[in-house]
Structure formats: structure tokens, C-alpha cells
């Protein structure tokens, strides 16, 4: 650990901090040595004068035990630290350099807090793969120094805090692949078995999987994909065109990983991403099998779990997405590619009214649906961007009737139905 620590602080002035402020990243860098007029970075614009600041980024060398403990870092902190303490997520980063990113938590101390916290963090520091850092302000307020704790006091590394232009990719962007989106089930299978002795329900997940999977072999039959957000009327669709195409109907995650569901959504993102991606494979067998025999139509696939992963993983305004064509829209090439995806899209209203109606319990993703409007926007614009195949949007505001039919129309031109 300490090893590792002296090799990252080797390169320290070129990284940025990036903290999380009301949905959106807050950017600033540190300097060995100030150069010009001192000015605060926006982070700590209204942070009071007596108040400190601290920041804790996870330095674990393994990626699985490294995402669980920030994952239940959170609720350490929430529960230990005093009220007030305003504990907000951020990270930090070298621009443009893969493999590079560090993720943690930032908080600040109020007047006669600061020893309570100070003896929590280090606590914290002393057992676990963390770097601690605190912040204080000259005393005309203009400049925060940054102090890094991973040394004795008398040693602490000190820097200046200086403000950061926006960096070219958000901080999430270049450490996607294979972690928050999964392009090979080679990737998504490896992390669930570095799980198995801490979730045993991994074993029975993967030998869920068919032994053996062809992403080339064409099915004999069409493979039409429903996409959407929750109450766009998927099932009613998809369960229309069943019995109007004589199809065969499959939802991803499939029925057989129900049971583990519940399990899986409270892992950190890594754990869990890494889940609906081996299900993805579980529902491309199924599909494999069915397409010999007649159409089949899929309740989601691949489209949902990456653009659900592309959305949490990026916050802030749709600039923030990784670009139009990026590496991280195109689809895995072992993965089998249905004939057509149509993408229902439905007024947010309309939606919100639809979701009342149901009554029903909602994950997570769909309460942030609900309350974060540039959440949905970032869900909805990664459907579109998604390529190979790219998704057919339907409005699914009309009657079912007519949006069934619309939906057979795009079949038969497509699939020749």
C-alpha cells in the first residue's frame, strides 16, 4: 500500500479533483507552488471561514474489493460522521489517461468538528486502502492548501489548490469499458468469480450459462428487440406481438436470474453491472435456442443495461456523454445481434402519469427517473447512440392498437415478416 501511495503522489500536480456538486462534477488541480493571484476554486466558494475540508480517495490495487469498499464507504461515513458534514462523491484523475481514475468522497468539518472527523479518517486511513486529505484556507480566505496524510505529520506532503478548466472527457469516460459497460462475457464472468467467496450466489449465476455460444450463427428466425423506459408499454407491446407474429417471448434479465436480482442491485456498480451482463448471455442462448423454431421477441437486452450504465456512471448535462460514434456505444462483438430494436419513447409526463397508475415498486435507476430530469435525458440519448444495431424509436403515446400496428410495420419492412 505504501508502495503504491509514493507512485501515485510521484505524479500528484497532474491529476484533477473532481467533486460532485448538485449532479454535476466541480473541477479543480493542485500545484507544488503557486504562480500569480491565489483564487479559490469554485468547491469551496461557500465553504465558511473557520470551516476545514477532507477528502478520502480509495487506492485499493484490486478493482472488485476496491469498488466494494467505496461502495460501502458511504454508509460508513453517513453513519459515523457528525450532521452537517455535507459528504458529497468525487474522484480523482489524469486527463486522457486510462486505468487512472480514484474514487472517494469529499466532506468539510463545521466550527468544533474537526477533531471528531480527523480521528474517524484516521481511523479509516490506518485499516483500509484510503488516502486522506485535508484542506485549509489562508486567512484572508483566497488560497486552500491541500495536506496528504498517507505520512507522518511531520512529513505530510503539502500542495496548492488552484482552479481546473473542464478536462475533454468526464472523469467516468475513459475507465467505462469493461467496468461499467462490458463488451466480452470473458470480462463479466471474471469479476463475478473474484465474488464467488464473498457472494456465493455467483457459482449458481454462471452455470446459468450455455456451454457454448456463437455470436456469428445468424437464428433462422428474426430477433426483434423492445426497448424503453419503465411505462412506455413494453410488455403490452411485447406481449401483442407474440401472439400477432406467432413469436416466442424472452425478457432480458431472464426469469431464471430473478431469484438473485434482489442480491446483485445492493452490489456496488462494478458487481452489478457485471451481473446483467452475464445475463445478457444467459438471454442470448435462450434466443439461440428459440430462433430456430420461430420470431422472437425480447423485453430489453444489451441497449438497457449499457445505456442505464453509460447514464449513472456520467453525471452533469448530455456534453458530458462520452462523443457520438466513442468506443463505448458499439455493440460487443460476442454477443448475438437481434434483427431489429425498436425504441418506445413517450412523452415524461405521460410517463410519470402511467407509473402513478401502476402503483408499483421502483428500483433505484427509476426513482432517479422520476426526480432527475438530466438523468432520464442522459438515459434516453445513450439509446440513441448505441450502434450495431442502432434502435428504431417508436411513440408509444398513442393507443396500444396503433402502436402495435405501427411496430408490425417496421417488422415486416425490416424482417420481411
Known amino acids: 500500500m505504501a508502495r503504491h501511495l509514493k507512485l501515485l503522489v510521484q505524479r500528484w500536480s497532474s491529476r484533477v479533483f473532481s467533486v460532485e456538486v448538485d449532479g454535476a462534477p466541480r473541477y479543480f488541480g493542485v500545484r507544488e507552488q503557486l504562480r500569480g493571484e491565489p483564487v479559490p476554486p469554485d468547491v469551496f466558494s461557500e465553504v465558511q471561514k473557520q470551516d476545514r475540508c477532507y477528502s478520502l480517495l480509495v487506492c485499493s490495487g484490486d478493482r472488485v474489493t476496491g469498488d466494494r469498499f467505496h461502495w460501502e464507504l458511504r454508509d460508513r461515513l453517513q453513519t459515523q460522521l457528525p450532521p452537517g458534514s455535507g459528504l458529497r462523491s468525487m474522484s480523482s484523475f489524469i486527463p486522457d489517461q486510462k486505468g487512472s481514475l480514484l474514487k472517494g468522497y469529499f466532506l468539510q468539518s463545521r466550527a468544533g468538528n474537526s477533531s471528531l472527523i480527523e480521528d474517524i479518517l484516521t481511523d479509516l486511513e490506518q485499516r483500509n486502502p484510503v488516502l486522506v486529505c485535508s484542506y485549509s484556507q489562508s486567512e484572508d480566505g483566497q488560497q486552500w492548501t491541500q495536506c496528504l496524510w498517507y505520512q507522518s505529520e511531520e512529513n505530510r506532503v503539502r500542495f496548492c489548490v488552484v482552479p481546473s478548466e473542464t478536462p475533454k472527457h468526464h472523469p467516468s469516460v475513459l475507465n467505462m469499458i469493461n467496468s461499467d459497460v462490458f463488451y466480452s462475457l470473458q470480462e463479466a464472468c471474471d469479476v463475478l468469480k473474484q465474488c464467488g467467496d464473498i457472494i456465493p450466489e455467483t457459482r449458481s449465476v454462471l452455470e446459468m450459462l450455455p456451454s457454448s ?70 438471454t442470448a442462448g435462450q434466443i439461440n435456442q428459440e430462433a430456430s423454431k420461430s420470431p422472437v421477441i425480447v423485453d430489453r437486452f444489451w441497449h438497457s443495461t449499457a445505456a442505464y450504465a453509460i447514464a449513472t456512471a456520467v453525471t452533469g448535462p448530455l456534453s458530458n456523454l462520452p462523443h457520438e460514434g466513442a468506443e463505448v456505444y458499439r455493440w460487443p462483438g460476442d454477443l448475438l445481434q437481434p434483427s ?78
Open 340 to 417: 431489429l430494436v425498436i425504441l418506445l419513447t413517450l412523452d415524461p409526463e405521460e410517463r410519470k402519469r402511467r407509473l402513478r397508475s401502476r402503483g408499483l415498486m421502483k428500483t433505484d435507476e427509476e426513482e432517479e427517473l422520476d426526480h432527475n430530469k438530466l438523468f432520464r435525458l442522459r438515459v434516453e440519448e445513450a439509446y440513441r447512440r448505441i450502434v450495431g444495431p442502432a434502435c428504431t424509436a417508436l411513440d408509444a403515446s398513442p393507443s396500444a392498437d396503433l402502436v402495435l400496428q405501427q411496430a408490425l410495420l417496421l417488422i415486416r419492412a425490416k424482417c420481411h415478416l
Open 213 to 282: 455460444l456463437d455470436a456469428r450463427r445468424k437464428p433462422d428466425f428474426p430477433v426483434i428487440v423492445i426497448e424503453g423506459l419503465d411505462a412506455t408499454g413494453k410488455t403490452t407491446l411485447t406481449e401483442s406481438l407474440r401472439d400477432s407474429l406467432g413469436a416466442t417471448l424472452l425478457r432480458s434479465p431472464p426469469q431464471c436470474l430473478s431469484a438473485w436480482r434482489g442480491r446483485f442491485d445492493r452490489e456496488p456498480p462494478l458487481i452489478r453491472r457485471a451481473f446483467y451482463a452475464v445475463g445478457n448471455y444467459i
